[in-house]
């Protein structure tokens, strides 16, 4: 069974720093892309960050220069640094995952999610 889990959110003042883990495990052929995602009360959910399996990375406007996603491939786990954040980050966070899953005759990529976790940023 695939499962992505994050790790790493909490309560933390304005200006501060975070640092986001989500480790994906089970029987997964390769990564095409890893990302975080958000969604605040009352809000529907929204990208921050995606990394595929080149390098490339995408960020919302409202986190450009002050959060940075990376990937360790040889533990197929995806990190989001967050800097200088403000209350409006306040959410709960997602990792997501398009992952080749599946038997060795019958692979595809699936889409995943991670059980999220809570970043609380006090003013």
């Known amino acids: 069974q695939v499962q992505l889990v994050e790790s790493g959110g909490g309560l933390v003042q304005a200006g501060g720093s975070l640092r986001l883990s989500c480790a994906a495990s089970?029987?997964?052929?390769?990564?095409?892309?890893l990302g975080w995602y958000r969604q605040a009360p009352g809000k529907q959910r929204e990208l921050v960050a995606t990394?595929?399996?080149?390098?490339?990375?995408n960020y919302a406007d409202s986190v450009k220069g002050r959060f940075t996603i990376s990937v360790d491939n040889a533990k197929n786990t995806v990190y989001l640094q967050m800097n200088s954040l403000k209350p409006e980050d306040t959410a709960v966070y997602y990792c997501?995952?398009?992952?080749?899953?599946?038997?060795?005759?019958?692979?595809?990529?699936?889409?995943?999610w991670g059980q999220g976790t809570q970043v609380t940023v006090s003013s």
């Open positions: 089970g029987s997964i052929f390769s990564i095409n892309t």
């Open positions: 990394i595929t399996s080149g390098g490339s990375t």
């Open positions: 997501n995952g398009v992952l080749l899953t599946g038997s060795e005759v019958l692979k595809r990529y699936n889409n995943y």
